[in-house]
């Protein structure tokens, strides 16, 4: 964080100017706002100063510094032994490593996608009885728009605009030193869509562009006091990513399969839902017909056909469909041909 180590002002205490939170893509980091004023002595008026009355006696206001109101030494002592030099470390470092290698890819959605791997930190440092506020975003790395071609990534021409880019505040936020530093801090709930139009809250993206995730700590009281905070801002450079609508490289995709528990999107032959789907109705159909045929072979009413079904609809009789009464039609049908064109040579 950035240390204001400049003079107190007389009577008062530093005040810390804080950085909006539009400020910090343009100049790098999101800790940045003006310095400190010095405290200045005022400088004597001469007598021939128009606003001076005539009669009046110049006062010449000299530095006092054994009149200077800093923080007493208890309170300095104190927050001295207060710890608040906030850490915060990557959870799964090992496996974003590995995503990182081959060029990690997010799918993005019209009804949003969840992350994978998530984004979790563990956070030490901590005042534990003050409050933080923790959040994050995501911002574009560079300016360049991607392809992947010949089974790797390329610059394809300059990035699309962004829209603006929206913090996701995590939902303990605000919560004391103690809480944040008691467990590890998970943003799965983030979701990332490519709709512009996009009204629940999302993270809006575009694909093809690569993006760089970023935490920030703020210590405030009320969510509302974000704007007038100081941001502490931790990257980890593993997480960046290239938004997608589809997995392009297979390694990627087999690493998602190999480590999510939840991956639906892809099996090992192909799209897994619909397989799945597939494989599932056609045990149920024969789960069905064995239990059916079970049922005929117990007990099958007299003048039904073995293994079929028995019911009002589906019962058919031998004299209506048998292979035999179809056989002996066509001999009767073909003897009546044969019998009309007999006749007719007569």
């Known amino acids: 964080m950035r240390s204001f180590s400049e003079p107190c002002v007389p009577g008062e205490e530093p005040h810390i100017f ?69 850490k915060v470390y990557l959870e799964a470092k090992n496996l974003w490593t590995q995503f990182h290698k081959f060029g990690t890819e997010m799918v993005i959605t019209k009804s949003g996608r969840r992350m994978f791997p998530p984004l979790k930190a563990r956070c030490t440092g901590m005042d534990r009885a003050a409050r933080y506020v923790v959040l994050m975003d995501i911002v574009a790395a560079d300016d360049c728009r991607f392809k992947f071609h010949n089974s790797r990534w390329m610059v394809a021409g300059k990035a ?27 943003f799965h709930k983030l979701k990332l869509t490519n709709n512009i139009s996009d009204k629940h809250g999302f993270t809006i993206l575009n694909s093809m562009h690569k993006y760089q995730p970023r935490f920030h700590i703020v ?31 297979d390694k990627i995709t087999q690493l998602k399969i190999d480590n999510n528990p939840f991956a639906k999107g892809f099996r090992d032959t192909g799209n897994g839902r619909r397989e799945k789907r597939q494989e599932e109705m056609s045990s149920w159909i024969a789960a069905v017909l064995n239990a059916g045929s079970e049922r005929s072979d117990r007990s099958e009413p007299p003048g039904s056909i073995p293994g079929t079904p028995v019911s009002g609809r589906a019962q058919t009789l031998p004299n209506e469909s048998s292979p035999g009464k179809r056989e002996k039609d066509k001999e009767k049908e073909k003897e009546k041909r044969f019998s009309l064109f007999s006749k007719k040579k007569q």
């Open 18 to 86: 804080p950085t909006r939170l539009g400020d910090s893509a343009r100049q790098g980091t999101i800790l940045s706002g003006p310095s400190l004023f010095s405290a200045m002595a005022l400088a004597s008026r001469s007598l021939t100063d128009p606003g001076l009355d005539a009669g009046a006696v110049p006062v010449t206001l000299q530095s006092q510094p054994e009149q200077i109101l800093c923080r007493p030494p208890g309170i300095l002592e104190e927050r001295g032994l207060t710890e608040d030099e906030p």
């Open 160 to 186: 699309d605009p962004e829209m603006p880019k929206r913090m996701y505040i995590h939902p303990d936020s605000p919560a004391t030193g103690e809480h944040w530093m008691s467990k590890v801090v998970n």
């Open 219 to 249: 210590k405030a009281p009320d969510i509302q006091k974000l704007p007038y905070s100081t941001f502490r801002t931790y990257v980890f450079s593993e997480t960046q990513f290239i938004a997608v609508t589809a997995y392009q490289n």
